[in-house]
Each structure stands twice: as C-alpha cells, then as structure tokens.
C-alpha cells in the first residue's frame, strides 16, 4: 500500500468533530516531520453537525495545526437524498465541544469541495488519496460529477460502517447512515477503497493513561488533544468504553502505518432501503456472491503501536 518515504498527496474530507481533528492532527504531524502526509486540501461536510459549524470547525483546527496554506472549502450541507442526521449527543452542540479553540486564520475558499477537490485531482501529477471522515457526499458528488478523474483517485480511505455491527442502530455506522445513497456510489465506483470501520475503530482506543502521556508532552495542540480526548471519552465511558475510540484516526494511520493493521478484502454493498438495515455495509465474508472484492476492509490493528505512533505525531507541535 505504502512505498516507503514515498509522499501521500492526499485531501482530507470531514465533519469535524473531536475524532476527524484528531486525524487531521495526525496527518499534519506527518506532512511538517517526514512530509508522506502530502495534504493537498480540507474539504467539510454536514454530518455531526450542520455544515457552518463542520466548516467553522474545521478552520479553527486547521488554524491551531498550523495546517494554513492548503485551501479549504465546504460541501454538502445535505446528503444525496435524505434528511441530514446529526450527532450532537457525541460531539456536543458546537460540534467539537470542549477546549476553547482559536479562531479561524483561514479563509474559506471561493471553490465549492466538490470543485477543489477536482481542482487538486486535474493540477496532480501523482494519483491523490481521498480520506474521507464524514459523510461521503462530497466524494460521491465527484465522482457523478466528474468519472473522468476517477483515474486521478489513488483511493479512498473512509472512516464508516462495519462488516460486523453498528452504532447508530443495530446494522448501521453514523457516517454511512448519514448518507447511504452517497456511500453506495463510492463503493460501486471502481476506485480502490479502504473501508475503516467500527470492527477496527472500536479497538482503536486511547486509554486514559494515553491521555496523559499526551498531557505530559506540553505543546500548544497536545493540550487540546488532551482535552478533547477527555471530552470523548466521558461520552464512551458511560456506554462501556474502556477508552476513546479513535475511529477516523484510522482512516489516516493506515495509510501511514499499514503494517499495525489486519486488513481483509472483501466485497462489500450498501442497504439504502429496509426498516432495520438502512446504512449497513454489507460484507460478503464468506463470498457467497462471487463477486470480487471491492474494499480493503480493515478488521483490526496492534492497539498499542497504534496509541504510540497517535502519541508521537502528537508530540511532534
Ligand atoms: C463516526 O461518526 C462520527 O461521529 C465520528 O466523527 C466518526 O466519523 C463514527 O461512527
Ligand atoms: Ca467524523
């Protein structure tokens, strides 16, 4: 997957929100040390919240990473087709509730997310990954938009659903819910995808010992990290967690550390319809359907390589 010191241009589409900011931490911590984070632009999405505060979240992260010179743009206020759903109960009312945060020093980008992100596709010489933390709307309206720059897609790693459960109901994973009809597209596209799901993400877990080892690092973000690990992980405790579940982290450190990951290829369809399984991603496990593999599905990871390697990008402000 990954050629060694070999650069990832990449763009970072999400819902900011304290896990897609922990992601883009991790990934600005790669592109200001060795440079393979190759961020190329930040695009925003509806999804734990309304598409002002994604967007007006995602400039104050930016602003605070140093993550200043890549355009940033907003995108889909709404899904495809449904009503949007969000998730303050996780994330709070502001959507990235917890720590005060600066305010923004950058601006948003005349282009719609849909247009930079074909922009950033057309002017690359080299193939750009998508990594994809929200809702997949703005992705799946590239690629109906534009087919002719599926070649330029490296490949999408996305944070969302699971081939075993759910969290937003039974069958279906918040992001995937959000906007199945946009995630059907985008599996059906043909482009490589990384699927980071809840059977990985929910054994990504920092632990509150982490927590403190990134308090002690004593830097401008690792106090904001800190905190916002704090605030993520008072919701999960109640429901059993032992840690905070780092879910969209993971659609970032497969690509840079793919070696900690357990990754199956599997062949992978999207319910849009039903009273119980709307938002499922359904996993042909024991490929009954004969089809072949479209996602790189990742099923788990060395937990404890992956809180070193989250805490060491941290200490890298
Ligand atoms: C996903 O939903 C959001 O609340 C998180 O940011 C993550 O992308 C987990 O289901
Ligand atoms: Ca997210």
């Given amino acids: 997957m990954k050629e060694k010191g070999k650069k990832i241009p990449m763009i970072l589409d999400g819902d900011p929100g304290h896990d897609d900011a922990i992601a883009w ?16 632009a930040v695009t925003t999405v509806g999804g734990n919240v309304t598409l002002d505060k994604t967007t007006y979240n995602a400039r104050r992260v930016c602003t605070l990473i140093g993550l200043k ?14 009503e949007l759903m969000n998730a303050p109960s996780v994330h709070g009312e502001s959507g990235l509730d917890g720590p005060a945060l600066p305010e923004p020093e950058i601006e948003i980008s ?5 247009e930079l992100m074909a922009k950033v596709l057309r002017e690359s010489r ?3 990954t998508i ?18 720059l599926k070649k330029k897609i490296e ?12 969290n937003w109901t039974p069958a279906a994973e918040f992001n995937i819910l959000v906007d199945p009809e946009a ?14 799901g809840l059977d990985v993400t929910e054994r990504a877990l920092m632990l509150p010992e982490d927590f403190q080892k990134i308090r002690e690092l004593g830097n401008p973000v690792s106090d904001i990290v800190y905190q916002w ?6 919701f999960h405790c109640k429901l059993g967690y032992a840690g905070a579940p780092m879910h969209d982290p993971c659609a970032v450190m497969v690509l840079l550390h793919p070696e900690i990951f357990t990754i199956k290829k599997y062949h992978v369809e999207i319910e849009t319809e039903g009273d119980y399984c709307r938002g499922t991603t359904v996993a042909d496990v024991r490929g009954t359907t004969g089809k072949e593999p479209n996602a790189d599905c990742i099923m788990d990871l060395d937990r404890d390589a992956f809180a070193a390697y989250l805490i060491e990008a941290v200490g890298r402000y």
């Fill in 131 to 148: 990594v994809s933390t929200g809702p997949l709307t703005n992705t799946a309206v590239l690629l109906l938009a534009h087919p002719e």
């Fill in 69 to 82: 010179d890549v355009p940033l743009a907003a995108g889909a206020a709404h899904p495809l087709q449904a």
């Fill in 155 to 166: 490949r999408i790693s996305l944070m969302g659903g699971g081939v075993g459960f759910g």
């Fill in 126 to 128: 080299e193939k750009v």
């Fill in 183 to 196: 995630a059907d597209v985008v599996f059906r596209s043909g482009v490589p995808v990384i699927m980071a």
């Fill in 25 to 40: 931490v991790l990934a600005e911590a790669s592109r200001r040390s060795d440079g393979i984070a190759d961020i190329r």
């Fill in 229 to 234: 690990l704090e605030f993520f992980y008072k």
């Fill in 110 to 114: 005349s282009l719609s997310a849909v």
